[in-house]
């Protein structure tokens, strides 16, 4: 059975219609595919349709933006109940303090490179989260980067003199929302050093104990020390291994099923999470 957990649409910063993520799975082989776009679940129904449509099975999701000793961290949560107030709120606020992060970097940028608030906006059509990634295919589309691995690398990392912060949860608060929404969390790409910095081990103890069931340590931005770092963590720490692709459609080299997931423990996410995987 071929299980990915993580992707993203057009429903935040990828650039597939949830449909097409769906399709797209399919058509790599995939038994199984979670949609986690950022901060929303606005892809979920449509995902869902397309799912029985193509003999998908569906783990719907987000990836929940947190902080925790001051460095970015990220959250995958399956299976919640999208309509629960703890982590609604929560994925409110951070949606909005992400638009207005966007336009201060766009800001900063427009005193050097051609770049404008509405570029940014043709490139976040039907997306519910504006972000970073809008920004990259903004400047890719002025002629002012190749792609927005580039953008990231030289104008938009979190280094940068364009670089902007925005609100997010404590990550054990954001773990107990997520739990208390009926979800299962799961560190996504704790080790990914090329993005900046990481956190320490004792921040995998804080979030375990707030309720972190899992660690994403098979990704493609996880080099093979930080792998077995991981999963030594998640053996100390009771924890299951997840694998993913992180799939963006074209806004990433990434490929779907160019990491996976273990069948069982599909079987305990979905023991743990309150709503039910999509079966066609």
Known sequence: MLIDLHTHSTASDGTDAPAQVVLDAATAGLDVVALTDHDTTAGWDEAADAAREHGVA??????????????????????????????????????????????????????????????????????????????????VARGVVPDRDAAFTHLLASSGPYYVPHYAPDGPDAVRAIRAAGGVPVFAHPGADGRGRIVPDRVFDRLAAAGLAGIEVHHRDHSPQQRARLTAIADRLGLFVTGSSDYHGAGKANRLGENLTAPEVLGAIEEQGMTKVVRP
């Not at 107030?85 to 800001?107: F, M, N, Q, S, Y």
Request: charged residues 25%; proline residues 5%.
């Open 58 to 139: 569906l783990v719907r999701g987000t990836e929940v933006s947190a902080r925790s000793s001051g460095i970015s961290i990220h959250l995958l949560s399956y299976l919640q109940d999208p309509t629960h107030p703890a982590l609604t709120a929560e994925l409110d606020r951070t949606r909005e303090a992400r638009v207005g992060r966007a336009r201060a970097i766009v800001d900063l940028l427009a005193a050097d490179y051609p770049i404008t608030w509405d570029d940014v906006l043709e490139h976040s059509r039907d997306a519910v989260v504006v972000g970073r990634p809008h920004i990259a295919d903004a400047l």
